[in-house]
């Protein structure tokens, strides 16, 4: 009992499995990692906070108590909980749908707090298989999109454009213009010099590195953290020579000093209402990006993710940024890359990392003062361009066109409209693609390979047995009321030819299931079937699908016809009692 | 050549085709059918007109053209097209929600116009397919609610109120109140009688009349011409006993003489636009109901529906119906069985039943005008109290949860809500709800009947052969998205209690299509498999999803995996390479 209890509580607190088999192998691994994740996250954090349309410190205090939260909640050893740049735009997308005058800032938390009540709904109802419904081609087109917003929105950073709060995609153009004409260029400079770093410190640095007898593990390690080299060296340059004041380079400022103010604002009813949609993809995409990472890490090393764990774990952290002034987090594909390859073992890293931003969004704030903002732009640029997967979408449409429709219509839906319009599109392209599919399944004859009890389908295999009066057909697809019109017609057209039939046997071999409008069918079909003299029977029928259709009217009014266990006993049962085959 | 065009011709006007053939014998049963017919249709277009809240005439002109366009356009012999009371009572729902002030009569014309080009779009497109969306459930809920209100929109009519344009469901108690208190007792006389009348002949008339030496299908005919008697009946008590303006018995009035204006007003964008909706769903819910009798009873004589050029037919037949001021018309249920078991064996039935109701409209229209609009009343609620199926929801249910889910949501939705919220609805739901089922796929555990080749679900079958070195599961669904995190899931923790295992076959007699989303999961499998030194096999993969998968990365880094023709294949070729069963 004892024990049951205690691995009750193991499952909603995973800390306690790996924290008690804790090791001082796993605690030198977990050292480095939450000391180069702190490295990174700190940039990254106040980048995702401009990028959100927030102030920076919205991304800092995301980067503190939610990854604390899920460190004690979540089922992943590695997985980075924080700040993320596609949460970062959808928020800034939702917050410039607001009705004007609404606080940022506050709705920014109350987003955070509502993606969190989400999950902890999904969880709690175990409902984490909803998220599936976000296909492959959906998140595909989703993410390419997301980041050519980013990097669009990005770019007056860049340039020091005062960036408007929220850039529409048909004002790009004209922004570009206006760039081009106010160009600030020691802005420029920063922010080519940055970009340039980055680029210099991501392949070549670690071949260089590599070449100087390093491991390619440790070279990886050191060249993810150039986001500090550059915002260092950036700031030296602004600090140094004055750009800010003397030259307009536009700077991060002053953030508060301390810890975030821990609480939060009751709204009222019209906004919960109105933030609600963007919370909910919000939380839906977040959730099935962190679980894909975890889950490709954990198969590593034969761990396993709970998803219904981790909706918990997400929902948690994200009500933790809610009321310590962060804003919506998830987990972020390359943080996570970057922890798990500096060495990362369990959570134990995380906790470090949270603690050292903690630090630093305590003491430091100061320095971070006249970091420019160009410095981040790049950061960011550079991180999310690796997201335009052009690559996976030719792949794609080369595999299924289906799959590249719903890739391309989610990709151009949230490029031109929207993130939540397009995400929407894609969901119902891929379920009404999905329905279309099964609405005309393959249909084939089968006859038997001579000599033995296999049946195949007559299109592909040469000599197979046949016989005039028996016509065995198998139905590859559920039966159901987006093709039952269609086998109705395509069944009756293949009888039509063949004047000496007396038996129709479906083979149901592929069939897994048969709801109301197919039964209404079938039993249509055998009355049809019967008024032309021809027997309807059923083969291969599989346990489920005769569990359900045993009771049914159906199977009791098909005598003559019979059920059979295998085509091979219809024919032999068939041919038997039948005139010879011809 | 010329015999091709020829066939050409004769699939875009099918009445070439029977026309060519007709025969005597044909000529005497479509005589009497189109007698019998036009003899019900006259009251009933004239009810029909009233309850879609128009002018009676609206429903009579729509039984003149029309049909006889479908005549020469359709391809079912016997179904009888015009107006009909499910596309009355969505027309009464449409005006209802117009804006103030807009002019009923020509709203519904137009209703008829846009219902006859999204039909002629749909069958130029050959997209008849989409219909099927429009589940059995779905329809079967729709029509049960349907009848209720178009029974309560009645009530005040065959009792004497003064009825409104259009009934919300939440006034019936108070209205039904109402009339309580200002009862008009003639109009409740001439109801109640006609209800009487109408139950009297149905069952109770035609056993009279099979008692009495006719034979069934002739006793049937003579009950379905009740409403003629009906009509009758009450028109002569009105005028012998001037109830109309001596007791305040509401009549039919006036009717226009002569044929209908045929002509059209060309509406403005916004007025199309907010009527497209409605008819959209009238033109489908139409069209699936069309296609169902026709087809039911086409399959009786081996004929053939073709779903496309039913929606050039029935396309054509509302342009009609908007040309010469008729409502939408779709084929009615009750009227083609009339038809039908009066002996129609051609559209030439149809024809006359048209020029026997166009010299009505022409010359008898002061006839009409007496015509109680309570017995009109009863014609309705006896007809489509049959339509609600109370057995089939229950069978539905017991059937299937989801099924039963369905045509709750859909019934509820359009009694408490409206037609089309209600129809969106159940759409929706059937969409989400089959996604749902696909995406917890049954899987199961295979093993060899000893001495075959048969593999069976280890659940089902005792003492079946197992190896500890291989595992054989079957998966019986597509993969694709919507399942393909829960497979991976499910297989792995079927590996995870196998410390022997070497071999996984993946059995794919069940999987009818593999998408990009599940290919991915496949690639995934595999690397996770080989970590934990097992081996991923596929075995009878189908023809149509092999041409699909050939090409991928899976199949090309499959090895040491392989793909067997069959599970057969697969134990002998790996258990005679792996250590021994156990």
Do not use: C
């Not at 902890?120 to 298989?129: E, I, M, P, Q």
């Not at 400079?189 to 210099?200: I, P, Q, R, T």
């Amino acid at each position: 009992m004892a024990q049951r209890r205690h691995g009750r509580l193991e499952r909603l607190l995973p800390i306690l499995g790996w924290g008690r088999a804790y090791t001082r192998e796993d605690l030198s691994g977990d050292l480095l990692a939450g000391i180069v994740t702190a490295i990174l996250l700190v940039p990254q954090g106040m980048a995702f906070g401009l990028l959100a349309g927030l102030p920076p410190q919205a991304g800092l205090y995301a980067a503190i108590l939610p990854p604390l939260v899920y460190a004690f909640l979540g089922t992943s050893r590695t997985l980075a909980v924080g700040p993320v740049s596609v949460a970062a735009i959808m928020v800034a997308q939702a917050l410039a749908g607001l009705s004007p005058g609404a606080d940022y800032v506050s709705s920014a938390l109350l987003l955070a707090f509502l993606a969190g009540i989400v999950l902890l709904v999904l969880g709690a109802l175990r409902l984490g298989v909803l998220a599936n419904f976000l296909s492959h081609p959906v998140l595909s087109g989703f993410t390419s999109a997301a980041a050519i917003i980013i990097i669009l929105a990005q770019l007056p950073h860049l340039l020091g454009l005062t960036m408007p709060k929220h850039l529409p995609l048909a004002d790009a153009p004209r922004l570009a213009l206006e760039a081009l004409r106010n160009l600030n260029l020691p802005t420029l400079g920063l922010g080519a010099l940055s970009v340039m770093l980055l680029l210099l410190s991501g392949r070549p640095l670690e071949r260089a590195l590599v070449r100087a007898g390093m491991t390619a593990a440790h070279a990886g390690v050191i060249g993810k953290t150039a986001p500090l080299a550059v915002v260092l060296v950036t700031t030296f340059l602004v600090a140094g020579f004055r750009l800010d004041a003397g030259h307009g380079v536009a700077v991060v400022g002053t953030l508060p000093t301390g810890l975030p103010d821990f609480g939060f604002a009751v709204p009222g009813l019209e906004t919960l209402a109105e933030l609600f949609p963007s919370a909910l993809l919000i939380a839906l995409v977040g959730y099935v990006e962190s679980v894909s990472i975890a889950k490709t890490l954990a198969n590593r090393h034969r761990q396993t993710i709970d998803p219904n764990q981790e909706l918990i774990a997400l929902g948690g952290a994200n009500l933790a940024a809610a009321v310590s002034g962060g804003m919506p987090v998830a987990g972020g594909f390359s943080r996570t890359m970057v922890n798990y390859s500096a060495g990362a073992r369990t959570q134990a890293a995380t906790i470090l990392t949270a603690l050292l931003v903690g630090t630093v969004a305590l003491f430091f704030t100061p320095a971070l003062a006249q970091v420019p903002k160009a410095a981040l732009a790049a950061i960011i640029i550079v991180a999310v361009s690796r997201l335009i997967d052009f690559h996976g979408a030719v792949e794609a449409w080369r595999y299924d066109r289906h799959d590249g429709l719903v890739l391309l219509g989610t990709f151009l839906g949230v490029l031109l409209v929207g993130i939540e319009a397009g995400l929407t599109l894609g969901v119902v392209l891929s379920l009404l693609l999905y329905v279309w599919r099964a609405s005309r399944p393959h249909v084939a004859e089968l006859g038997r390979l001579p000599g033995s009890e296999h049946f195949r389908n007559v299109k592909r295999y040469d000599h197979l047995e046949t016989w005039p009066e028996i016509l065995l057909l198998r139905v590859d697809e559920h039966l159901n009321f987006a093709n039952s019109a269609y086998l109705e017609e395509t069944i009756m057209e293949r009888v039509a030819g063949r004047p000496r039939l007396k038996h129709l046997v479906v083979v149901a071999s592929s069939i897994n299931g048969v709801d109301l409008s197919a039964l209404e069918m079938l039993g249509k079909l055998a009355h049809s079937l019967r008024l032309a003299d021809v027997t309807l029977h059923l083969a291969e029928v599989k346990g489920p699908v005769m569990d359900h259709l045993k009771h049914t009217a159906l199977i009791q009014n098909l005598a003559p016809g019979r059920v059979f266990l295998s085509a091979h006993e219809a024919v032999e049962t068939l041919a038997r009692h039948g005139p010879k085959p011809g």
